[in-house]
Nanobody
């Protein structure tokens, strides 16, 4: 059974910071990378940041310079450090396996499984 547990979300004011974590058997680099994705109410899920086994990273333009993705492969854990948060960053955040696509990445969750996500709310 695939397991993915996202944590670290919360409510912060604009300009604040949060650090998300993702752990579980669904953390796999079998498709190239592991990524963070987010979905706001009424919007499609979008890729935020991704990392591969050798530390290569890609970011959505909207978060470049503010978010940093990292991984502790010994702990099978993925992180997302989010700084200078904006109200438009408010969403449910998920982690999933992914594959590089062009200059960005697409989600390929293991066995099509998504965790419960962690909610990030940024107030102005």
């Amino acid at each position: 059974q695939v397991q993915l547990v996202e944590s670290g979300g919360g409510s912060v004011q604009a300009g604040g910071s949060l650090r998300l974590s993702c752990a579980g058997s669904g953390v796999t680099y079998s498709r190239n990378c592991m990524g963070w994705f987010r979905q706001a109410p009424g919007k499609e899920r979008e890729g935020v940041a991704a990392i591969d086994l050798i530390g290569g990273t890609r970011y959505a333009d909207s978060v470049k310079g503010r978010f940093t993705i990292s991984a502790d492969n010994a702990k099978n854990t993925l992180y997302l450090q989010m700084n200078r948060l904006r109200p438009e960053d408010s969403a449910m955040y998920y982690c999933a396996a992914c594959s590089w696509s062009g200059t960005l990445f697409v989600a390929f969750p293991l066995r099509n499984y998504w965790g419960q996500g962690t909610q990030v709310t940024v107030s102005s």
